[in-house]
């Protein structure tokens, strides 16, 4: 037994906090050692993005790891999605990222998967996890303790991406491309080799100081570069990445930043193609368009609590082909139903080759069908009071209530969801209608009225 810690760095479904007041060497020595307690795991695969703290933080975990007796399958540099590859195609049982994705400098983090790349949160073994560092009750040190393996081959992540595409029937588009100087650069790298594509590159070089901005293509000032790169070249689109390229994000030919929602039905239509009559799995908080273009491709849709570990849960017992959320999360069932940066835009390329459409003559008519407002975020002094406000002024009129994640109200020709944050006192807010952005617009401000006249501080 050691010293009791804190363990404010501990959240709902990862380890995220500021170097060195939440997460340290000691935390992450700690973790490394209550997480083969709690799995009874002897092989664990690690992993760390580019931030300034993450080498630390990987030499801390790794000496916890071997110090209870694991071995540790070390993958060095590299992205969320390949953590999750390898423990799965080397039948670990577990795998650790240290990263904090697209989070501001001086944070930093770990996500935390057991075997078969299965998500350890709160409720899966993240808490007992936690309880453990928190008390210092980390079990007895191994007799024999565990040894470092160093598998850093990209060549068996590289081919299996590339199976999603046939790379023969690709045309020669030019792809301004934006790792962010996050950790997709590497992999990157390896991809143009193999693709027959013209592409102008930014920010390849994995950087923790972040010269270029924090890694968040969802900032629409993190967009500016990516955009200007793309006209000034004359691309035919473009592609960025967060800080472990678990998401990846597109700009079409004119420099317009294309929503997420509208990838997920592009994705699962191209994937019902080739798997008739699957099922295709989607988050609650914009759905129309989804459900029109999985119905249209004679698949099944299926709605889900928003978040990577209900969505993988509920892949797995739908046996889906596709998962896909509107913060451009995308899961594929044979990539061990997990989340991937790089599978998206390379259906997407093949889609463009195969069609001969451009990326805006691909989503142009959806976005016109089901104009969205995006996701708003508005700062509250009572989440539950607010949904409450909201739900009395509405449901007198007779909408369709559904209640998966947080309240979705349905009308005739407009709906919308509004959720609270896990982690913070935000309401976040999502409105669709059916071929009427002036509605959209319009129903956004009724809605921030109704919060306006209590509860946003």
């Not at 992993?47 to 071995?71: C, H, I, K, V, Y």
């Not at 709160?122 to 453990?132: E, K, Q, S």
């Not at 590289?158 to 962010?180: C, M, R, T």
């Not at 909201?390 to 005739?412: I, R």
Request: charged share 25%.
């Amino acid at each position: 037994m050691t010293t009791p810690i804190k363990t404010q760095c501990f959240k709902a479904y990862d380890i995220r906090g500021q170097v060195p007041s939440d997460l340290n060497e000691d935390v992450a020595y700690r973790i490394g050692r209550a997480m083969v307690v709690e799995l009874q795991g002897k092989n664990i695969v690690l992993g760390r993005d580019m931030r300034l703290e993450s080498p630390m933080l990987a030499e801390a975990m790794t000496r916890g790891l071997l110090e209870a007796g694991a071995n540790v399958i070390d993958i060095g540099l590299c992205g969320t999605e390949e953590v999750y590859f390898a423990t799965s195609a080397f039948k670990a049982d577990g795998g650790v990222m240290i990263t904090a994705s697209h989070n501001p400098k001086g944070f930093n983090g770990m996500k935390l998967v057991k075997s078969e790349s299965r998500p350890i949160s709160g409720d899966t073994g993240l808490n007992a996890i936690r309880d453990r560092v928190e008390s210092g009750d980390l079990g007895a040190l191994a007799i024999n303790s565990g040894e470092v393996r160093f598998k850093q081959d990209k060549t068996a992540y590289i081919e299996h991406l590339l199976s999603y595409v046939n790379v023969a029937d690709l045309k020669p588009l030019k792809i301004l491309a934006d790792p962010g100087n996050g950790a997709a650069g590497p992999v990157l790298q390896q991809l143009i080799k193999k693709l027959p594509f013209e592409w102008v590159v930014i920010n390849a070089e994995p950087d923790g100081n972040f010269p270029n901005g924090v890694p968040n293509p969802l900032l629409p000032e993190n967009r500016l570069l990516t955009r200007e790169a793309l006209l000034v070249n004359g691309c035919d689109l473009a592609i960025a990445w967060d800080g472990d390229f678990d998401r990846c994000f597109f700009f079409d030919q004119e420099g317009r930043f294309i929503e997420g929602y509208y990838l997920v039905g592009l994705l699962a239509e191209m994937l019902l193609k080739k798997n008739p009559g699957s099922r295709i799995i989607h988050d609650p908080r914009l759905t129309w368009n989804t459900i029109d273009q999985v119905r249209l491709a004679g698949g099944v849709s299926v709605q889900c609590k928003t978040g990577h570990a209900f969505i993988k849960e509920r892949m797995r017992l739908e046996n889906a082909i596709y998962g896909g959320e509107m913060s451009a999360h995308h899961y594929f069932r044979d990539f061990a139903y997990c989340d991937s940066g790089m599978i998206p835009w390379l259906l997407v390329t093949a889609l463009m080759s195969a069609s001969g459409k451009n990326l805006a003559q691909l989503v142009d008519e959806r976005i016109a069908a089901y104009p969205c407002s995006g996701e708003i975020n508005y700062r509250v002094n009572d989440v539950s009071a607010a949904l409450e406000e909201v739900l009395a002024h509405y449901l007198p009129q007779g909408p369709h209530l559904d209640q998966t994640d947080g309240v979705s109200l349905e009308f005739p020709d407009w709906r919308f969801n509004l959720r609270g944050s896990n982690t913070e006192p935000l309401l976040r807010l999502n409105v669709e209608s059916r071929r009427d952005p002036a509605l959209v617009a319009l129903k956004v401000k009724e809605i921030e009225g109704l919060l306006n006249s209590r509860y946003m501080e």
